[in-house]
């Protein structure tokens, strides 16, 4: 089952457990229909089998690619992509990464973003830094024509080729597309990039085990083998011949479900490790995407503890109770810090004295449960033992699956996105893009 422990216990005041076991029939179901290609969205089914079916000829390559770009000793790498094609990787590095890496003498280069926004006091003070450092970047889309990427790249390429000129920048410059088609596709081939393919049947948000998260994992300096080795193991776990008493992933989609219908329409995913913020972020584009359709769907929100129960933890305790939450708890952290004895003790902190900060966080996390759980909301805790590359590998795949496995409990398509075009189509009329007269007439009159 992986080194993940799932404890539903604190949702079953709210929820029978019964109820909830007879979802068991329904998550076999569409266990089969994942596995079989039989349920909505089967075009984009690539990441269900993705762990176990990559190759070690595509590992080396990933390393490989690594060790190149830091044999030229970059001080920088930067990830051009947007939603899922940036989310992924920032979890899984912010999750591994020291807390002040950016601040420290490191051999290793920093992972950063462009093109995940539109900010352009961000994408000129990210050029301005890049004037003094060695850097190199991947540019990740499909298409090649995404517009936050686009302009980002537009932009960061012409930097680096009156920087280094074209021909240098031709080895600092990575493309992750589509294997034929797209402006990225054909400028990559032209222009002689270095190149990986992001498969058709894998959509954004489901990426990260792709080149579009290893990639720049590898460059960080971690053990891709291992987060791969951890998913891996998460996906034997919850095949469709585990049965439901067994299969965790159908657990969590069927509790949660059960929650919801029972009126519980917020998921608030909490950690007690800030590592993990940006973890939060990516499972929040996963279920959000994923699920937030015709008219369903749970609203993902997710907090960092102990920091916003000082802000959100008034709500969450006594305001309308709509919400449950899931707690991400790490067993062991990577270091120790004792608090000390104060012999004047004027912070009345001495009953601590002797305890490891870790004591007091996994203190303040029971009581926290305990107390929501009495003022009304229901607790779903997901353990792992350490921050490491296996078990994050193991939460990606835990999340993957049971995201598929909750919306076709849902009976909607959780591998789509229609609804993410409207914002898109206003925009292009707004900045009168060439196909849009008729839309950019019809916008303005409202304006």
């Known amino acids: 089952m992986g080194n993940i422990l799932l404890n539903t ?12 076991n007879k979802y068991a029939s329904q998550m076999k179901k569409n266990n089969e229909a994942l596995e079989n290609g039989t349920g909505k969205g089967c075009d984009f089914l690539g990441w269900n089998h993705l762990p176990s079916s990559i190759s070690e000829k595509e590992l080396s390559d990933y390393e490989e690619t690594a060790t190149l770009l830091n044999s ?3 001080d920088v790498f930067i990830v051009i992509g947007i939603g899922g094609s940036y989310l992924g990787a920032k979890a899984v590095i912010e999750a591994l990464s020291d807390n002040f890496l950016h601040l420290k003498n490191n051999h290793k280069p920093i992972v950063l973003f462009a093109g995940q926004n539109i900010g352009e006091d961000y994408l000129f003070e990210l050029r301005q830094l890049l004037k003094d450092k060695e850097y190199a970047m991947a540019m990740i889309s499909k298409s090649g024509t995404t517009t936050e990427p686009s302009i980002a790249f537009r932009l960061l390429r012409q930097d680096m080729e009156e920087k280094y000129g074209k021909e240098e920048s031709r080895s600092r410059i990575i493309a992750i597309t589509d294997k034929k088609r797209g402006a990225l596709r054909k400028l990559a081939t032209a222009e002689g990039y270095k190149t990986f393919v992001i498969s058709d049947d894998i959509g954004g948000r489901y990426s990260v085990l792709t080149p579009v998260g290893l990639l720049s994992i590898a460059v960080a ?6 987060l791969i080795k951890g998913a891996v193991e998460m996906e034997k776990a919850s095949g469709v011949d585990v049965p439901f008493e067994k299969n965790l992933p159908a657990q969590y989609a069927a509790v949660r479900n059960e929650l919801y219908k029972n009126g519980k329409h917020i998921e608030i995913l909490v950690n007690f490790n800030p590592k993990l913020h940006f973890f939060s972020e990516w499972w929040k584009q996963l279920y959000g995407e994923s699920e937030g359709k015709e008219g369903k769907g749970l609203f993902p929100a997710s907090v960092d503890f102990t920091s916003d129960l000082h802000s959100m933890g ?3 305790q006594q305001g309308e109770r709509i919400l449950f939450e899931t ?6 952290p990577d270091n120790k810090v004792v608090i000390p004895k104060d012999d004047e003790n004027l912070d009345g902190l001495n009953f601590l004295a002797g305890k490891r900060v870790d004591e007091v966080n996994k203190m303040a996390e029971l009581g926290t449960m ?3 759980v009495d003022g009304g909301v229901p607790n779903i805790k997901i353990s792992i033992p350490k921050l490491d590359e296996s078990g994050i590998g193991h939460l990606i795949y835990f999340f993957e699956k049971a995201c598929g496995l909750s919306g076709y409990t849902l009976g909607i398509n959780p591998f789509d996105q229609p609804g993410v075009e409207a914002y898109k189509k206003n925009m292009f009329a707004l900045l009168n893009k060439p196909g849009y007269e008729e839309e950019t007439k019809a916008i303005k009159k409202r304006l």
Do not use: L, M, P
């Not at 216990?9 to 909830?20: C, P």
């Not at 300096?221 to 291992?226: L, N, V």
């Not at 707690?327 to 062991?332: A, D, K, Q």
């Open 9 to 20: 216990g604190k949702t079953f005041g709210f929820i029978s457990e019964e109820a909830v």
């Open 72 to 74: 030229k000793k970059i």
């Open 221 to 226: 300096g971690f053990d891709i083998r291992a």
């Open 314 to 316: 008034q709500y969450i």
């Open 327 to 332: 707690v991400i708890s790490v067993e062991t």
């Open 370 to 372: 305990i107390a929501h």
